[in-house]
């Protein structure tokens, strides 16, 4: 079965337990601050997997632990300091996120 470590850190203990149901959130933040993404989600009692900073805990399962924020900066555009041509990049999500996915959508292996 899947299970939530708890925080090394002193200041986490004091926050609720995040609740053992998981959603896959698209957020599009103006400023591009991952920071402010993972101050409002914990205020809204829904930290981000793995951020144990702000009461996300690390998933574990099996052969799998995610120790790293389960963030994922798909698209960032921004002009170009050179050619002030605006530049749109996209990033593939990374292997552990995708492996995080399918575990999580597969209830029977969670159990």
Do not use: C, W
């Amino acid at each position: 079965a899947a299970r939530l470590d708890e925080s090394p850190f002193a200041t986490d203990r004091r926050l609720p337990a995040p609740p053992n149901r998981y959603a896959l959130v698209k957020l599009s933040p103006k400023t591009g601050r991952t920071h402010q993404l993972r101050v409002h989600l914990s205020h809204l009692g829904y930290p981000i997997v793995a951020d144990t900073m702000y009461g996300g805990r690390i998933f574990e399962l099996e052969d799998y632990r995610l120790e790293r924020q389960a963030l994922h900066a798909f698209e960032i555009t921004f002009v170009h300091p050179g050619t002030l041509a605006t530049m749109t990049l996209q990033a593939p999500l990374a292997a552990d996120l995708t492996r995080l996915l399918e575990i999580l959508r597969n209830p029977v292996t969670i159990g």
